[in-house]
Structure formats: C-alpha cells, structure tokens
C-alpha cells in the first residue's frame, strides 16, 4: 500500500504516541529546530533527563533574547521556540504565521519586577514621572513598565525609556544612568541580592507571566508528531524541576554564569504549572496587543486568536502527573 505524506505523517504521529515507533520509522521524522534563548529550555531538558531516547533529531538554535527568537520564528528559520507575552504579540504584528502550542505558568514572588536602586528616592510608581526606566524594548519587562505606569495613572510619555540587554540595563541602573529598570528572574534576583537594589513593585499580580511555546503553521502542517512528543518532554521537564530545583539551578547556573545561589533562589521560589489555552488566556494576551497600539509601538489591531492551536491541549496532562 502507498500512503501519501499528510497520512504517513499521521501514521507516524500515532505510532510516536503510542510508543511503538521503531528506529527505522523514528527515521523518518524529520529534525525539529528549536529556537532557545540561553540554552534555558535545552538546559532543563538535557538535566531532567528529556533529552535522551528522542525519536528525532532536536536542531538548536541559540538567541540573547526573546526579540531576535521571534524574528526567526517570523522568518521560518526555526519550528518552534519559547517567548513571553510581549514578544510574541511583536511576532504576530510583524506577520509572523505562529501558533501557541502550549503554555507555561510561572509563579514567582519577583517572576518579574521593576527595580530601583536602594538608596533611590522614588517610593511608588508615581515617583517615575520624569525618570529614565531601562528595559528591552517589546520585553516583558517593556510591558510590566507600561503596566505599572497605568496602575498609577501615568504613561509612557511621562518617562523615558532607555532600551538595553540585561548586562547593559544592570550596569546603568548600578551607576545611576537610569532610574529603574523593568526586568524578570533571574535578573531581579540577582541584582535584588548583589546591588543593593529594591523592587519598586513586582509584575506577579499585573502580568500573566506566561511562556508561550509558538511553532510555524508549517511546522504545526509537517511535523505535528515531533511537537506534541516536544511539548510532553517539556511539560515533563518542568514538572521535574518543581521536585528538583537544586538540580535545575546548577544546570541554569552553568549556562549563565551567574551565582549559583542566585538560581537556587530563583528555582525554589518559582512553581510551575501548565496552562490550557483557552478563551481567558486569549483575551489577556489581547489586552497586551491592545496596550501596545494604544502607546504606538504596533501600528495596526493584531487580532491574537489567530495566534492559538487549542488542538495541542488534547495530550497535555497537569505536571503533577506529567513528573510522575
């Protein structure tokens, strides 16, 4: 019998579920390239464990940030890649044809933060108006600044934002280049702990802080049986670092150089839970594509439910059967 590729593909997608794929079918599954910022998701796949008998090839590829990530995405140079709120609504402005195939919530004190120095004057967030705030530009940090401007009744013309990588938007903040700086762990912990700064307020009851794992339509079309077998891996990754932060912290540790107290910290501070995409989560990340064409920085309506997959949703399972 000849199959045609779209039902050979499905053969194959079963198979992989099951667990009956053999090496000669496993084969056939083409590579699936991973766009990763930091080695972060390689790290906690390779330390959990979740990198080992995988039934194709994982192709890396390495980004500073979340902005470049999307752009690759965009470009279709990758399949698949991670990226928070803001980031992946700058993906959909620029036209990118993406999909969220699945979703990770991060719990944290400080998951993300806007910062000040500690001998800073500034009290509240009103205390911003006129200063300097540093962040990447289309960064959930971005977004946090522009949401904490709001609880106090400000905008982004009642500031000045300076847009920075994190090594850069540390050192200003340290020598008081800047006034604040809008930021995520690991980064808040560390220069919480060796900068003496404070959180001026924390993102966790104004964000989502979400991570979006976003694949290409075209890899959703062609390789559907290595992204629901990716994003199992995933889950299961994570439900293992809930149980394993020290083990995951030195795995983080080792990647960023940062302290490896800093990622204990982090690691025993966060939980981490999957999120099913459904119509609330739609409409939060629309709110943030609202939020940025109402401060000019998309141009047009992005209509983010065209952004979903809710077909993913069938095979994910809640972490704490995902570790088991």
Known sequence: MVFTTPFKRLLLGTALALGLMTTAHAADLEPLRVAN??????????VSGETKHVPYEIQWSEFPSASPLGEALNAGAVDVGALGDAPYVFALGAGASLKVISIIHAEGRNTTALLVPKDSPIKTVADLKGKKIVTGRGSIGHYLALKALASAGLTSKDVEFVF?????????????????????????????????????ISGNKLLSNHLYFAATSQAIADKRAQLDDFVARVDRAYAWANVHPDEYAAAQARITGLPLAVHIEVAKDTHLTPVTIDDSVISGLQATADTYQKEGLIT??????????????AKRVPLSQASR
Do not use: C, M
Request: aromatic residues 8%.
């Open 164 to 200: 920075l990588l994190p090594a850069e938007s540390r050192l200003v903040l340290d020598n008081g280049t800047v006034d604040a700086w809008a930021t995520w762990d690991p980064y808040t912990t560390v220069v919480t702990s060796q900068s003496q700064a404070r959180v001026l």
């Open 37 to 46: 910022q930091k080695s972060t998701i390689k790290a906690l796949l390779e």
């Open 300 to 313: 047009k309506h992005i209509d983010v439910s065209q952004g979903f997959d809710k077909s993913f949703n």
